[in-house]
C-alpha cells in the first residue's frame, strides 16, 4: 500500500497540521519509504495470534469514588493562551 | 583533591556522608562547569536558584540524619518530565513556554530523596530521534569526538541531552526516558551507562508521553552502581498511572555481587545483522568472553522475530504518538498560532509547533489508524508485537539474561543521517525488541572503538528483574575497565 | 393497529434505534478525582487530567464501572468480563485530549432487552445491543463573545453509559415508552438520575423509513434530543420528511441531523459531516477491565426489585388491576408509598393486604395523584405521608366516615396537616349507624314530607333518593348511607 498526494492531504487535514500544497509531494515520498519498510510484516504469519493488549501482564485496578482533584481553576488556566471569564477562549465556532 | 564533578554518584554520595564536601559545595562545581559547556548545548534551561535551595536543603538533611542515597546529588532532568514551574516542554516549540503545575512522579520521588535539580537538558523533540537533532531547541554535541577528527558528533537520542551531560560531567547524573533506546542508544554514544526498566517500573505520571505503551524513564549514569542507586530512588508504584505495577523496589545496589556463576547468558543470532561494523562484532565476542570469565554460562538462542521489531515499533509508536500529540492544540497551554476559525488555528499552530520528524510521524500514526487500515497496519503490528514478547519469554525458558550490541554503530556526525529517516530509524534496532516486549534493558560501555569512540554492550533481562541485569552489567563493567574520558574541546574560549 | 404511515404511494414502516447516552451517578469522574455535580462555575470542576496536561493519565473510577454493570444486569443483558476501553480521536475545542475515551470492540454491557408498555395494556420487547462506558466532553458556549467561543470543561470526562438499542422501535409512541422506561429502570437502581433537563440522559436518534416488509433504508441520526416529548417530535418530522424525499423519486443521505425545538424540524449538521474517522485504536494508558463473576453476582444482588417483577406481583398477588400497577410502578417513589400504604393500611384494619390494596391502589392513583397535580407537586414531597394516608383510609373502610366524608378529611388534611383521625375527632364527622339515631331523622324527614311519601307509595319509586337525600342532609352526610338506605327503604315500603 502506498499513500499518494491526496491521501496526505487528507491525512494531514485528520491530523490538523496545514501542509502547503509544495510540501505535499516530498511528503508522499518520505512516507511510502516509511510504509515500504514496514510493509514487511505481510511476511510474518500471524493467523491465531492475539493482538499485544498490555505490556504488563496485571488487571486494571478500579479506583474508589472519591473527590481528590479539581478546584484548580487557576492551575488548569495557567498556561491557557487565552482564558477569559474562567473559560478558555477559542475562536469562534459555527455549528 | 579530586575535582568534585569527577565523582561518581555513588562516590559523590559517600563523600557528602563523610563530609568531606557538602552539597552546596558539589553543586556549586556543576554550577561552574555547566557555565563553561554551553556549546555542548546539552541544557536548555539551568536552574541554579533552584540547585542551590536544594542543595542546602540536603546539607541540612545530611546534618540532621534524614538524608537518603541521592540526597545532594546534582543531577540534569530531561525535558520531558514535567517540573513544577520549570520550562517543560519536551523540546518542542508547541509547548512553548509551557510551566506545569505539578511535578512528575519520578522527579518527585527524586526530590524526596533529597536530589538537586542543575536543569533541564536537551532532547529530540517529544523523544523522536536518535540523535538529539530534532530539538527546537537545536543539536546538543557528543563531548566525544573520533580520534584525530574536528568533526561534530550526535549524542544519540533521543536522551541525548541527558548522556552528553553526563558524558561531559556537567552533571552527576540524568533522567532520561527511553521510548525504542532513547536512554541505552545515546548512553552507548557518549560512554556512560543508561539503563531503561521493565515497563510498569517508574510511574509515567507527568513525563510528557510519546508512545505510552513504551515509554519508561530511567537513569543515565557514569557507572552501572549509579544507576542502581538512582533507579530504586526513581522507581515506584503510582496508583496515578494505571500501567505502573505494584511490586517491591528492591535495593539494586545489593545485587551487584560480581557473583554470576553459573548464570545463563543468551546469545541471540539474529542480532549479527548485516552492515554492523566489525568494531561492533568484535565488543560483542569479548563481552561473551568477559561473562564466560566470570563463570557465566552461554547460550546461543534464537529470537527470529528480530527482523521485524523496527517495522512493529515504526507502527506501534507513530501511532500511539498521533493520538498522544492531539492535545497540542492551541487552546490550553503552548503555542497559538490564530487563524479565522478553530479548525484554522489548530492547522496552523500545529504546522508551527512540530517539528519535520515529529509532523512525519503523526502522519504516519494516523494514517495507520485510519478506517481501512487500522487492520493491515496497526492491528497486525501489534499482532507481531506479541509474537516478539513470546520469543523473549521462550528464550528466558532457557537463560537469565540476554546480552547484544546497544547499537549499530559508534556515535556518527551531526548531520550525517538526519537527511534520511529510515537510516536514522536503524539506530534503534538493537535496543527496540526489549522495548516492545517491556522488558529491563542496560548498556554499559564495552570499549573503544578503531576511531577512539565508546561503544556499548547491552543486557537485556526478565520483567522486574533489573538486578540480574544490573548485576551482570556490573561484572561486564568491571572486566572492561573502561576509564577513557573524552577530552575536553569545549569551554576553551 | 398499523403505525404505517400513509403515503402517497402507500404505506411506509418507520424503524427507529436509540443511543441514549446516560450520565452515571458517581461523585468523581470517570478517569480523574474531580467532581462531578451540575452546575457549578466553569472549569472550577476540572483536574489536570481532565485538562489533559501533558503528562496526565486516566485511573477508572469502580463506581462508574458497578453502576454500568448493574445497568446492564437490570436490562437483561450480558456482562463482558472482559472489555477494553478505546480512544475515540477527533479535534474539538471541549474534547481537551483531542480524544474521547471510550469502548469500541468490547463494550462492557452486551445484548439485553427492555419491555416496553403502549397504550391499551400492549407491551412489546426492545432490543439492547451494547452498553460502554465513556467520557463526556466539556462545553463549547457560543454565544458568550462576539468573536470567541467559550470553553467549560466541568463536564469533560463526566462518566456517559451509551445505552444502544436495536433497531426495534417502530413509531414515536414506542420511542417514548422506551425512553420513558429506560428511565424508570436506571432511576429505580440509582445508575442515573435521567434528569433529560439537565442534559443527564440525551438521545442519538436513528430514523428510517421503507415499505413494511422490505430492507431498511438509508437511516439519519438526529443528535443530542433532550427530552422525550423532542424526541417524539423529532422521529414524526423526520419520517415525514424522508417518505416525502422517496416518494418525490428522490433518495436519503445518511447523515447526522440536528433537532430545532423551536421550529419542530430536523435539519442537516453539514459541519459534522466531513469524513469522520476515528481511528479508534485501545487507550494504551490503561489495561482491559477484567471483572470476576463474584462481582457481577454481587451486584446483581444489589439490585431491587425492578418494574415489571413488581408490577407483575402487585397484579398477581395482590389483585390490583393492570393499569393501577403500571402508574404506581413508573417511579419507584410511587410503589414504595403503596407498598408502605398498604401495609399500615393492613394492619390498621386487620385485613389482608390483598383484601385492602384495590382500595389503596385506587385512592393513590386518583385522590392522591389529583390532589398532587393540582398542586403541582410530585410524590417525593408529597404533603401527606403513606402514614397518614392509610390512616385516613382506614377510617373509610371501617365505616368510621363515609367516603364522601373522606374526601372532605383529606382537603383538610392538605391544609392543615393533622391526622385523618384527629380531624374527623374535631369536627364530630363520624359516621351515624346508629339505628336509633337514623330512624329518628327519617320519621323526621317522613313527616315533612308526607304529600311525597303519598307519591312514592303510588308508585313513584324515582323519589326515594330525594329521601335518602334528605335524611343525610339531616346527619350533615354523617349517617352511614347503608344503613340509611336500608331502614328508608323497610319504613317506605311498610
Not at chain 2, 504518538?321 to 499552530?349: F, I, P, Q
Not at chain 3, 463526556?136 to 467559550?150: E, L, N, R, V
Not at chain 3, 388491576?321 to 400504604?341: H, I, W
Amino acid at each position: 500500500m502506498s499513500v499518494d498526494k491526496n491521501t496526505v492531504a487528507k491525512i494531514a487535514h485528520l491530523a490538523r497540521i496545514k501542509v502547503p500544497d509544495a510540501s505535499l509531494e516530498p511528503l508522499v515520498g518520505e512516507l511510502n519509504n516509511i510504509l515500504d519498510f514496514v510493509e514487511q510484516l505481510n511476511e510474518v504469519n500471524t493467523d491465531n495470534v492475539a493482538p499485544m493488549t498490555s505490556v504488563v501482564a496485571a488487571t486494571m485496578v478500579l479506583r474508589d469514588d472519591d473527590i481528590t482533584a479539581g478546584d484548580c481553576r487557576d492551575e488548569v488556566l495557567a498556561n491557557a493562551p487565552a482564558a477569559e471569564h474562567g473559560f478558555f477562549a477559542v475562536p469562534k465556532v459555527i455549528e | 583533591m579530586t575535582e568534585l564533578t569527577a565523582l561518581t554518584l555513588a562516590e559523590a554520595r559517600d563523600g557528602l556522608v563523610a563530609g568531606d564536601f557538602s552539597a552546596r559545595e558539589l553543586t556549586q562545581s556543576y554550577v561552574t562547569a555547566m557555565e563553561t559547556a554551553t556549546e555542548l548545548n546539552a541544557y536548555i534551561v539551568d536552574t541554579p536558584e533552584q540547585a542551590f535551595s536544594m542543595a542546602d536543603a540536603a546539607d541540612a538533611r545530611l546534618k540532621d540524619g534524614t538524608a537518603k542515597a541521592m540526597t545532594g546529588i546534582p543531577l540534569a532532568i530531561k525535558d520531558l518530565f514535567c517540573t513544577r514551574d520549570v520550562h517543560s516542554c519536551s523540546a518542542s516549540h508547541i509547548l512553548n513556554g509551557f510551566q506545569p503545575q505539578y511535578e512528575s512522579t519520578v522527579t518527585q520521588n527524586l526530590w524526596d530523596d533529597g536530589a538537586v535539580m542543575l536543569g533541564k537538558v536537551n532532547m529530540d523533540e517529544f523523544a523522536m530521534g536518535s540523535s538529539n537533532e530534532t530539538s527546537y531547541y537545536g543539536p546538543v554535541r557528543n563531548p566525544w569526538k573520533a580520534s584525530g577528527s574536528e568533526k561534530e558528533l550526535v549524542p544519540g537520542g533521543s536522551s541525548g541531552g541527558s548522556s552528553a551531560a553526563v558524558a561531559a560531567e556537567i552533571a552527576v547524573a540524568a533522567t532520561g526516558t527511553d521510548t525504542g533506546g532513547s536512554i541505552r542508544q545515546p548512553a552507548a554514544f557518549t560512554g556512560t551507562v543508561g539503563l531503561k526498566p521493565t515497563y510498569g517500573r517508574c510511574s509515567r505520571w507527568g513525563i510528557i508521553a510519546f508512545a505510552s505503551s513504551l515509554d519508561q524513564a530511567g537513569p543515565i549514569t557514569r557507572t552501572v552502581r549509579d544507576a542502581a542507586i538512582m533507579l530504586e530512588s526513581m522507581a515506584s508504584f503510582d496508583p496515578k498511572d494505571t500501567t505502573s505495577v505494584d511490586c517491591p523496589v528492591p535495593n539494586y545496589e545489593a545485587a551487584l555481587t560480581g557473583d554470576i556463576r553459573g548464570l545463563k547468558v543468551g546469545i541471540p543470532k539474529e542480532y549479527h545483522a548485516d552492515g554492523v561494523p566489525e568494531d561492533i562484532e568484535k565488543i560483542w565476542k569479548q563481552g561473551i568472553e568477559w561473562l564466560k570469565d566470570a563463570g557465566a554460562e552461554v547460550v546461543d538462542i534464537s529470537l527470529p522475530h528480530t527482523k521485524y521489531a523496527l517495522p512493529t515499533y515504526y507502527i506501534v509508536a507513530p501511532a500511539e504518538a498521533s493520538s498522544n500529540l492531539a492535545r497540542y492544540d492551541g487552546v490550553k497551554y503552548g503555542l497559538r498560532v490564530t487563524g479565522e476559525s478553530l479548525d484554522d488555528m489548530y492547522a496552523l499552530t500545529r504546522a508551527e509547533g512540530f517539528g519535520d520528524e515529529v509532523k512525519r510521524r503523526i502522519l504516519i500514526g494516523t494514517y495507520v489508524l485510519s478506517a481501512g487500515y487500522y487492520d493491515a497496519y496497526y492491528l497486525k503490528a501489534q499482532k507481531v508485537r506479541s509474537l516478539i514478547a513470546r520469543d523473549f519469554a521462550n528464550a528466558y525458558e532457557k537463560v537469565d539474561v540476554i546480552l547484544t550490541p546497544t547499537a549499530p554503530s559508534a556515535a556518527f556526525a551531526l548531520g550525517e543521517k538526519s537527511s534520511d529517516p529510515l537510516e536514522m530509524y536503524l539506530n534503534d534496532i538493537f535496543t527496540v525488541p526489549a522495548s516492545l516486549a517491556g522488558l529491563p534493558g542496560i548498556s554499559v560501555p564495552a570499549g573503544l572503538s578503531q576511531d577512539g569512540l565508546p561503544l556499548g554492550l547491552q543486557l537485556i533481562g526478565r520483567a522486574f528483574d533489573e538486578e540480574t541485569v544490573l548485576k551482570v552489567g556490573g561484572v561486564l563493567e568491571s572486566a572492561a575497565q573502561f576509564s577513557a574520558k573524552p577530552a575536553k574541546w569545549w569551554g576553551a574560549k | 393497529m398499523s403505525n404505517y404511515i400513509q403515503g402517497a404511494t402507500g404505506d411506509w414502516e418507520i424503524v427507529i434505534g436509540l443511543e441514549v447516552h446516560a450520565q452515571v451517578i458517581s461523585q468523581s469522574k470517570l478517569f480523574s478525582g474531580a467532581a462531578t455535580a451540575f452546575g457549578s462555575e466553569p472549569n472550577t470542576q476540572v483536574s489536570l487530567v481532565d485538562s489533559a496536561m501533558p503528562g496526565m493519565l486516566p485511573v477508572i473510577n469502580g463506581e462508574c464501572v458497578r453502576q454500568a454493570v448493574r445497568t446492564g444486569l437490570a436490562l437483561g443483558a450480558t456482562i463482558n468480563l472482559y472489555s477494553v476501553f478505546d480512544r475515540k480521536n477527533y479535534f474539538y475545542a471541549d474534547l481537551p485530549q483531542g480524544y474521547q475515551i471510550s469502548q469500541f470492540k468490547h463494550p462492557i454491557v452486551g445484548e439485553g432487552d427492555v419491555v416496553i408498555d403502549l397504550d391499551n395494556e400492549q407491551s412489546k420487547v426492545v432490543g439492547i445491543e451494547r452498553i460502554h462506558l465513556e467520557q463526556d466532553a466539556g462545553k463549547s458556549m457560543h454565544d458568550q463573545h462576539p468573536t470567541m467561543t467559550y470553553v467549560d470543561l466541568n463536564r469533560s470526562g463526566v462518566a456517559l453509559m451509551e445505552i444502544v438499542s436495536k433497531p426495534d422501535m417502530r413509531s414515536a409512541e414506542e420511542a417514548g415508552a422506551y425512553l420513558r422506561k429506560l428511565r424508570t429502570i436506571v432511576r429505580y437502581i440509582g445508575s442515573c438520575d435521567g434528569n433529560m433537563e439537565q442534559g443527564s440522559m440525551r438521545a442519538d436518534v436513528n430514523v428510517s423509513v421503507r415499505r413494511p416488509g422490505e430492507e431498511l433504508g438509508t437511516r439519519c441520526e438526529i443528535k443530542n434530543v433532550n427530552s422525550i416529548r423532542f424526541v417524539q417530535q423529532s422521529i414524526d418530522y423526520e419520517a415525514r420528511r424522508q417518505v416525502d424525499i422517496l416518494e418525490d423519486g428522490g433518495q436519503i443521505d445518511q447523515e447526522t441531523r440536528l433537532f430545532d425545538a423551536n421550529s419542530g424540524v430536523t435539519r442537516s449538521m453539514r459541519s459534522k459531516e466531513e469524513a469522520h474517522d476515528y481511528r479508534y485504536f485501545p487507550d494504551p494508558d490503561l489495561l482491559p477491565l477484567q471483572l470476576d463473576q463474584a462481582f457481577v453476582d454481587a451486584q446483581k444482588e444489589s439490585l431491587p426489585e425492578l418494574p415489571d417483577a413488581k408490577k407483575a406481583r402487585f397484579i398477581k398477588d395482590l389483585g390490583i388491576t393492570a393499569y393501577n400497577a403500571s402508574v404506581l410502578v413508573a417511579e419507584q417513589v410511587s410503589a414504595a408509598y403503596f407498598e408502605d400504604m398498604l401495609a399500615d393500611l393492613a394492619k390498621r384494619t386487620g385485613k389482608a393486604e390483598k383484601d385492602v390494596a384495590t382500595a389503596a391502589s385506587n385512592w393513590i392513583t386518583g385522590e392522591l395523584f389529583g390532589a398532587l397535580n393540582k398542586l403541582g407537586q410530585s410524590i417525593t414531597d408529597s404533603p401527606i405521608a403513606a402514614g397518614q394516608a392509610a390512616e385516613l383510609l382506614a377510617l373509610q373502610l371501617d365505616g368510621t366516615i363515609s367516603g364522601r366524608i373522606a374526601k372532605d378529611v383529606f382537603e383538610i388534611m392538605l391544609e392543615s396537616g393533622k391526622g385523618a383521625e384527629e380531624i374527623v375527632e374535631e369536627k364530630g364527622l363520624k359516621q351515624v349507624s346508629d339505628t336509633g339515631a337514623i330512624e329518628g331523622f327519617i320519621d323526621q324527614v317522613m313527616t315533612e314530607n308526607a304529600a311525597k311519601v303519598e307519591e312514592y307509595r303510588g308508585g313513584k319509586d324515582k323519589l326515594f333518593g330525594f329521601f335518602v337525600g334528605q335524611v343525610m342532609k339531616k346527619t350533615q352526610g354523617k349517617a352511614n348511607p347503608k344503613v340509611v338506605n336500608e331502614m328508608l327503604k323497610e319504613k317506605l315500603d311498610a
